[in-house]
């Protein structure tokens, strides 16, 4: 049964992602280290997965240091809490951090409250890098739990503060 997903891998630094898109846009990107990913891909470019070349090309570009914003169609499939909180990780600049506190503020919680509920949507944030989820560290400054390892969050952090002459922590 063709369920309209189609899917690719590109080679990162880090290691081999994989890219999986609907006729709608980008469905999910995984690290190579997260958990339960497929491990099949069809390399099919149709009319069903227009964005997977875009996408290949603009995560070149940000490995590279030359992109900083993605642009991309994404077809997020998840609650309207998640759909917030995946929003508010995508204005987090590039080259900066914010924490679960500062994220609950941007959509509008209570960070007391909502703090370990937006610790759970970044987790299920389903297209890392491309909503850089890894750009939320923990209220004291230090690096939290990443699908893709801390080694990788890591990486991730020092290639943008690289990029943009920042220290991060």
Not at 12 to 31: F, K, Y
Not at 154 to 164: C, F, Q, Y
């Amino acid at each position: 049964m063709d369920t309209g997903l189609r899917s690719c891998t590109v080679g990162t630094p880090i290691g081999e992602m994989l890219l999986v898109a609907s006729e709608r846009g980008l469905v999910q990107t995984h690290l190579p280290e997260s958990k339960g990913v497929p491990r099949t891909t069809d390399e099919r470019y149709d009319a069903g997965a227009l964005c997977l070349p875009a996408a290949r090309e603009q995560l070149h570009a940000y490995f590279a240091g030359e992109l900083q914003d993605f642009d991309l169609p994404l077809d997020e499939r998840g609650s309207s809490f998640q759909l917030r909180v995946w929003a508010a990780l995508r204005d987090i600049p590039y080259g900066t951090t914010r924490s679960y506190g500062d994220i609950a503020l941007a959509i509008g919680e209570d960070p007391r409250v909502a703090s370990r509920a937006v610790g759970l949507a970044n987790g299920s944030n389903p297209n890392a890098i491309v909503t850089p989820c890894h750009r939320v560290i923990g209220a004291d400054g230090t690096l939290v739990g990443y699908g893709g390892g801390l080694h990788a969050k890591r990486w991730l952090l020092d290639l943008e503060a690289r990029t943009v002459g920042a220290v991060l922590f």
